[in-house]
Nanobody, 130 residues
Framework: QVQLVESGGDLVQPGGSLRLTCAAS????????MYWVRQVPGRELEYVAY????????NYKMSVLGRFTISRDNARNTLYLQMSALKSEDTGVYYC???????????????????????RGQGTQVTVST
């Protein structure tokens, strides 16, 4: 069955860096748009970034642009999120998510909605604090 397993979350000081990893299995990873979304305390789930199946195009939430980098290794069925210059407001649970169909884009609103819960992994906790 489809599995998305996130790892790499940790406690880090403001200004620090982390790399999140999402191990994918059970589907043709290289054919899917992939996403990162996050649950920040007190706020709704929000979109963070997406990457096309080939990895040639990416997109970011404005508040993380220039600080986060999404990438993928299709040979290893793995998605990454490199985070730098972390801020306290980046604290939250980070989830990777897949598109619903091969080569099919899901809007950034939908991927962060309850309707897309079946497309997301279990999450990894990132805490940015002194």
């Amino acid at each position: 069955q489809v599995q998305l397993v996130e790892s790499g979350g940790d406690l880090v000081q403001p200004g620090g860096s982390l790399r999140l990893t999402c191990a994918a299995s059970g589907f043709a990873f290289k054919e899917y748009w992939m996403y990162w979304v996050r649950q920040v305390p007190g706020r709704e789930l929000e979109y963070v970034a997406y990457i096309t199946p080939s990895g040639t195009r990416t997109n970011y939430k404005m508040s993380v642009l220039g600080r986060f980098t999404i990438s993928r290794d299709n040979a290893r069925n793995t998605l990454y999120l490199q985070m730098s210059a972390l801020k306290s407001e980046d604290t939250g649970v980070y989830y990777c998510a897949k598109g619903r169909e091969p080569y099919s884009f899901i809007s950034i609103d939908e991927i962060a909605s309850p309707a897309a819960a079946d497309l997301r992994g279990q999450g990894t906790q990132v805490t940015v604090s002194t």
